[in-house]
């Protein structure tokens, strides 16, 4: 893989790009936002570590700026400091595919980076799911509700592909975390923010929210019209 590190860090910064060199990935590493926007904008990347605070352009708003304005797609890990919901919904809304808080194990980062990887290339051929209001387009993630197209982090779109895959059945939390994340989350937090985002941006586009919960158990993407007077 091509690896972009966008990290103001020197030791964090050596040691992740030593670590992705030496297990044979080509790594670019920028030491502040605003360069590391331009080399992410300029060049094919497979990947993108960003941190997400950092001097000058903060890790966020690289990531608005990467996905709104320039229309880059490559996925981002965001690193956090800061272990808190807020921090990580905000990345979320910005655009940023996943997130590690530090300190962090250098594996996981590569772990996460390749999961990241194969999943943007693995989807390419797939066909469209529709299900009431809502159509995803597996190729091209493209989403629509209600005639509205949303934009969504890539881990809250997998999560609408998973629950379209079994509309108007229930879908326990465990089997949601392993679609996404491959395993089950050690906390519910992680699901649970992704899942506001989802729901927040589908009553956004759509004037409801089509997804149910199912209390201790998980949740439903209703069939159908799927349209709720409630939530
Ligand atoms: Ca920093």
């Not at 690289?62 to 996925?75: N, Q």
């Not at 799911?129 to 159509?135: E, I, K, N, P, S």
């Not at 941006?201 to 709720?228: K, N």
């Amino acid at each position: 893989m091509r690896v972009l590190i966008i990290e103001d860090d020197p030791t964090i910064a050596a040691n992740l790009y030593d670590f992705l060199e030496t297990r044979g990935h080509t790594v670019d590493a920028a030491g502040d936002g605003v360069t590391g926007l331009h080399l992410a904008v300029t060049q094919p990347f497979d990947a993108i570590v960003l941190d997400l605070g950092l001097p000058g352009m903060d890790g966020n708003t690289l990531c608005r700026k990467l996905r709104e304005e320039a229309r880059v797609d490559t996925p981002v890990l965001m690193l956090t400091a800061r272990d808190t919901l807020d921090d990580k919904l905000a990345g979320f809304e910005h655009g940023a595919d996943d997130y590690l808080v530090k300190p962090f194990a250098l594996r996981e980062v590569e772990a996460r980076l390749l999961a990241l990887h194969k999943r943007r290339t693995g989807r390419t051929t797939a066909r469209a799911l529709q299900v009431g209001d809502l159509t995803l387009d597996p190729g091209t993630l493209a989403i629509q509700f209600s005639g509205t197209q949303i934009r969504l982090p890539r881990k809250c779109i997998q999560l609408l592909e998973t629950l379209m895959t079994h509309a108007g059945n229930v879908v326990s939390r465990a089997e949601l975390e392993n679609s996404v994340w491959g395993e089950a989350q050690e906390t519910s937090d992680t699901l649970r923010s992704h899942m506001h985002v989802l729901r927040r941006a589908l009553r956004t586009a759509g004037g409801y929210d089509p997804i149910e919960t199912i209390h201790a158990i998980g949740y439903r993407l209703l069939a159908g019209d799927g349209r709720r007077s409630s939530r």
